[in-house]
Every structure is written in C-alpha cells, then in structure tokens.
C-alpha cells in the first residue's frame, strides 16, 4: 500500500469547537475496509489522520503534564475529484494537485505540517456529540506556526502488522485496523506505491505550501 494517495464518542472531553492552529502527528493507514451503504456493499482504502491543537491544552495528568487536544478524520485513500481526501489536502496547502501528484502524492508529506482548523460540535444519530472537523485551511498570512508536536508524530502502514506504532494504538483503532481485508485474508494491497517526496520545480512561492 497504501500511504500513498493517487487518483485512480464517549468518556472523554470533546476537543472545544472553533478555529484552531493545529499540527498533524498521525498518519494511519487502516487497510482495506468494508464499508455499507444503501444496502451496498464495499471494500475501499482508509486512512485516519489525527491533529494536535496546539493552544487547547486538556487538563493536567497524575504527573502534572498537560497535553494538547487531539482529533482525528478517517478518509477514503484516494485524490479521485470528488473525494474527501483531496478537496481537504487542496484546502490546507492552497493550492490544487498538479497531474503528476495526483499519479501519487506519499501521505508522509503530511506528518508535522501546520494548518487551521475548523472544529464544530454535532449531534449523532445515537443522540451522543461528537467534535468533528467542518474545515482545513492553511495558516493566515503572519499567522505565528504553532510550536512542534507535544504528541509523538507516528505514521503507521497496515503492512507493519502489529508491531511498533500498533502497539501503542487504543484497542477501538486496533479494532478497526484488525477489520481490514488485508489481515481477513481476502486480498491485499500492495506495500509498494508510486510518488516521490521530491517536490520537483518547486518556486519561491511554494516554500510557503505546507507539503
């Protein structure tokens, strides 16, 4: 797979709603997922990214320490058009995929990169309120960037199986991560994917683009 993108709630406090500098510390590839919808059903590429908040601090632990809010967003593993993913990553950098990135952009570019974030409040079916993300955009200009990751910046690719960054998972995601088709048996996706973190022709105005 995987971490690469091409074109082809309850007992703990909600991270506060509104505008937010934040930093992104996770990039987790979570397989091949079955996904049910009208009556259909799927196997697609998932992916959660996670964000740190970095001026909402959560109150202190047992040894004093006080970390950021975090929140997380699952995406289809795609930069098709009309997929999430891409209109997202679009919004934060400012700016449109070029063709050859869309061939295949390394989500990895993502890890430690600043952005605001629009975080709402929402009521779920099952009457609970969960704290999701209605925006991604880049910093304003003179915007101060947020300070580095509190949190340990992880990427994890379903093909590490359980080992390292798995390990310190919660054992909701692990139990997303064991769902996928890959570790059921039913197929799997390559751990080999196109796309090069070089940024070839890149201008003065991109050093300002976050990846």
């Known amino acids: 797979m995987s971490l690469t993108a091409s074109d082809k709630g309850g007992g703990f406090t909600l991270a506060p709603a509104g505008q937010h500098r934040a930093r992104c510390f996770g990039v987790i590839d979570l397989g091949t997922q079955k996904v049910e919808w009208q009556g259909q059903v799927k196997w697609q590429p998932k992916v959660m990214l996670r964000w740190e908040l970095s001026d909402e601090l959560m109150e202190a632990d047992e040894h004093g320490k006080q970390r950021p809010f975090s929140i997380s967003k699952r995406y289809t593993n795609s930069l098709h058009e009309k997929a999430a993913l891409r209109h997202d990553l679009e919004a934060w ?15 990895s570019k993502l890890l430690k990169a600043p952005c605001q974030l629009t975080v709402v409040h929402e009521q779920g079916k099952n009457g609970s309120t969960y704290a999701n993300i209605k925006a991604i955009a880049p910093l304003a200009k003179g915007m101060q960037a947020p300070p580095e990751c509190a949190n340990e910046p992880v990427m994890y690719d379903i093909s590490e199986g359980t080992g390292g960054a798995y390990q310190k998972f919660s054992d909701k995601l692990k139990e997303t991560i064991a769902a996928c088709q890959e570790w059921q048996g039913k197929g799997a996706v390559s751990s080999e994917a196109p796309g090069s973190d070089q940024k070839p022709g890149a201008t003065e105005d991109e050093d300002n683009i976050p990846f």
């Open 93 to 107: 950098r400012g700016k449109q995929f070029t063709g050859e990135e869309l061939a295949g952009f390394n989500l």
